[in-house]
């Protein structure tokens, strides 16, 4: 169950006790229950991201990363929250400074690996679906894609 209280979003940069928690948080959502671990070529993309969380009392409960991939697109990736807080609008918070960070930034579109079952997610924040299912981390995903709209950074 959510706490109520706000929940603050903070950048995470590589090597930042916040940075560890959220790597930790990643390999405990989404990489253990597939059998896996974050692998050393993830750990080496990462000093190539923008890493951000989401805290709740001191306590890191969301993450999300992005990977400049041109100069014109951002890959979104690790996007995560924990159980006890799904559905309190923590994830929606993570996409939306994800979004305002790379538009401030220049990006023009974002795009994400979204997991079959969870692609209703960045549906609901105005991305849409391109492209046929493949598979990635052993499961099947679906490339999702979203022009930035300039905003002021909150
Ligand atoms: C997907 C995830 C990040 C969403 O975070 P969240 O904080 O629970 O989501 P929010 O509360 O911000 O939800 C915003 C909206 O998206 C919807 N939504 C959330 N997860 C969804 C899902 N898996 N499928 C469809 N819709 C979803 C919510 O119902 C809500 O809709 P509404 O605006 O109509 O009320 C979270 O469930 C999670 O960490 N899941 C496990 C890891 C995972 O699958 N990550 C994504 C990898 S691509």
Not at 16 to 33: F, G, Q, W
Not at 104 to 119: N, P, S
């Amino acid at each position: 169950m959510a706490s109520g209280r706000p929940v603050l979003i903070f950048e995470a940069p590589l090597d930042s006790c916040l940075y560890r928690d959220a790597l930790r948080l990643r390999e405990k959502i989404l990489r253990r229950p597939l059998g896996l671990t974050v692998s050393n070529e993830e750990l080496a993309d990462d000093t190539m991201r923008q890493h951000f969380c989401a805290v709740d009392c001191g306590a890191v409960v969301g993450t999300v990363s992005l990977r400049p991939l041109d100069e014109t697109t951002l890959h979104l990736k690790q996007m995560a929250v924990t159980e006890p807080m799904r559905s309190a609008r923590v994830g929606s918070r993570l996409v939306n400074h994800a979004e305002r960070w790379g538009a401030a930034a220049g990006f023009r579109v974002m795009i994400a690996h979204a997991r079959v079952g969870a692609e209703g997610f960045y549906l609901k924040h105005g991305y849409v679906q391109a492209g046929e299912t493949f598979f990635e981390q052993t499961i099947p995903h679906v490339l999702v894609r979203k022009l930035l709209v300039r905003k002021r950074l909150l």
